[in-house]
């Protein structure tokens, strides 16, 4: 829409600075040609009074155009132009015109006419084209409006129903996704998987992503309408304890977990916005590491940083990283909304937050703390 | 008092060349009622600067002929050709300088009321 209306108004721009050129040098060459009109019968007028034999001979003196007669040598000899202006002076704002006298009438070889450019049909010529570059610009705005509303419809519908049907299903799944973790936990309080073990961890750890999902997708939909509540959030607490609910998660990839936690770090924050930029912090670090890779957490007063050793992001791809349902490895489950939800707090809250990557090396997530 | 003294001499001058004029070409030109007025526009049309119509009628003067002179050549079928002049070069050229600033036009023009 920008691009239309920018594109436009340059076009316009363009074409109304070529009519009003044109439209101007037009202007002016008609007031040009009253000039030459003016010359021509001043010439005639010249011819009688130097075959006069008055004794005043009355020089034609004109309201709005001034002239003035000059010998061979270009001295001034008489006119309405004061004598002290140069032949070839030339005033700001006036037109002028030389015309030859043959034969020397008075003696005078050139006359010289002036008269001040008549700005008043410039002007108007200027307030037209304003007047119509606004009613293009109002007419093309509204048409643009309609086009692109026309044009984005299709893609807008896809996004509403996706957002429905994220709506719907995470309105189903909260149940039942609760229920699977509860009855884990127990299973797990009571020690009654031992032959299963495996098998337990496995469910414990899609039922932890799928809640994770969950909150996620609840987060978003319900961002606009939900009241946070700031309060002192101990993070280094938070993140050593959802560090803690992400181990089994971690230990299925067999990563080697590094805290670099230093104690009592604490923020004026609302607590599920915390909770949403470290759980996704260490599930993204944990989803995209590489089996038997490493996990770092370094939280300090000035910042938070999630290192990890997985696949990497390409820098052309790191500009979409943060958009909603971006994602740049499909090989990983995911709605592609986990740094989206990361960005939205930062910017909540001020934070800088700055992803440095390297394809295949990993990934250094920082989060720094407003001053 | 020195402008004064100086205005004088001026003035002086000029009187003794118009008095110069007037006896050595006006008197005759009147008796003979030659238009001293329009022979002068005729000049002026041809060399338009005063300097030049100095230059043509002291050439003319000095040795009138009929290409230099003024007058359309026709005019030497019914008038004579006037005999050359027997002035010094000074006493000429003071006495064309005077006949110049006595029928120059510059001095007749004026503006009129404005029109338009």
């Known amino acids: 829409?920008?691009?239309?209306?920018?594109?436009?108004?340059?076009?316009?721009?363009?074409?109304?600075?070529?009519?009003?050129?044109?439209?101007?040098?037009?202007?002016?060459?008609?007031?040009?040609?009253?000039?030459?009109?003016?010359?021509?019968?001043?010439?005639?007028?010249?011819?009688?009074?130097?075959?006069?034999?008055?004794?005043?001979?009355?020089?034609?003196?004109?309201?709005?155009?001034?002239?003035?007669?000059?010998?061979?040598?270009?001295?001034?000899?008489?006119?309405?132009?004061?004598?002290?202006?140069?032949?070839?002076?030339?005033?700001?704002?006036?037109?002028?015109?030389?015309?030859?006298?043959e034969p020397y009438y008075l003696g005078a070889a050139y006359l010289l006419v002036a008269t001040d450019i008549n700005y008043i049909p410039i002007k108007n010529l200027q307030k037209n084209i304003l007047i119509f570059m606004l009613a293009a610009g109002i007419f093309f705005t509204i048409l643009g409006y309609y086009l692109g509303r026309l044009f984005v419809s299709p893609m807008r519908e896809s996004l509403e129903k996706m957002n429905h049907f994220i709506q719907d299903t995470t309105h189903e799944l909260n149940t039942p996704i609760s229920t699977i973790l509860t009855n884990v936990e127990m299973i797990e309080a009571l020690d009654k998987h031992k032959e299963n073990r495996d098998e337990f961890k496995r469910i414990e750890i899609a039922s932890k992503t799928l809640s994770r999902i969950y909150d996620d997708l609840t987060y978003l939909n319900l961002n606009h309408q939900y009241h946070r509540q700031i309060v002192t959030v101990n993070m280094s607490n938070l993140v050593e304890e959802r560090m803690a609910y992400f181990t089994?998660?971690?230990?299925?990839?067999?990563?080697?977990?590094?805290?670099?936690?230093?104690?009592?770090?604490?923020?004026?924050?609302?607590?599920?916005?915390?909770?949403?930029?470290?759980?996704?912090?260490?599930?993204?670090?944990?989803?995209?590491?590489?089996?038997?890779?490493?996990?770092?957490?370094?939280?300090?007063?000035?910042?938070?940083?999630?290192?990890?050793?997985?696949?990497?992001?390409?820098?052309?791809?790191?500009?979409?990283?943060?958009?909603?349902?971006?994602?740049i490895n499909k090989s990983e489950g995911g709605f592609g909304i986990g740094l989206h939800i990361v960005n939205q707090v930062c910017e909540n809250y001020r934070f800088d937050f700055e992803i440095k990557s390297i394809i295949d090396e990993g990934t250094e997530v920082y989060i720094v703390w407003k001053k | 008092m020195e402008k004064i003294v100086l205005f004088c001499i001026f003035s002086i001058g000029v009187f003794a060349d118009f008095n110069q004029l007037e006896r050595h070409c006006l008197s005759c030109h009147k008796a003979q009622q030659i238009p001293s007025n329009l022979i002068y526009r005729r000049y002026l049309m041809k060399y338009s600067t005063t300097k030049q119509i100095e230059d043509a009628m002291f050439n003319y003067l000095k040795n009138p002929k009929k290409e230099r002179s003024i007058l359309p050549a026709q005019f030497f079928l019914k008038f004579p050709m006037k005999k050359a002049l027997q002035l010094n070069d000074v006493e000429l050229q003071q006495s064309i300088k005077a006949y110049v600033e006595q029928f120059d036009v510059k001095k007749k023009l004026i503006l009129e009321n404005s029109s338009h």
């Open chain 1, 1 to 101: 829409m920008v691009i239309y209306l920018l594109s436009t108004l340059v076009l316009f721009s363009l074409a109304s600075w070529i009519f009003y050129t044109s439209s101007k040098h037009h202007l002016l060459d008609k007031q040009n040609e009253v000039l030459k009109y003016e010359a021509e019968s001043l010439k005639s007028k010249f011819r009688a009074l130097h075959q006069s034999t008055d004794d005043k001979l009355y020089y034609p003196n004109h309201k709005e155009i001034k002239s003035a007669i000059y010998n061979r040598d270009k001295k001034y000899i008489f006119g309405t132009i004061k004598s002290t202006q140069r032949f070839e002076e030339r005033k700001e704002n006036s037109l002028y015109y030389i015309t030859k006298i």
């Open chain 1, 248 to 327: 089994s998660m971690a230990e299925g990839k067999k990563l080697k977990i590094v805290l670099n936690v230093l104690p009592n770090i604490t923020l004026q924050i609302d607590k599920n916005d915390a909770l949403r930029l470290v759980d996704n912090l260490i599930s993204n670090a944990i989803k995209y590491n590489k089996h038997e890779g490493t996990l770092k957490i370094i939280l300090t007063k000035e910042h938070l940083v999630v290192l990890d050793t997985g696949i990497g992001i390409a820098l052309n791809d790191l500009q979409y990283i943060m958009q909603r349902f971006e994602r």
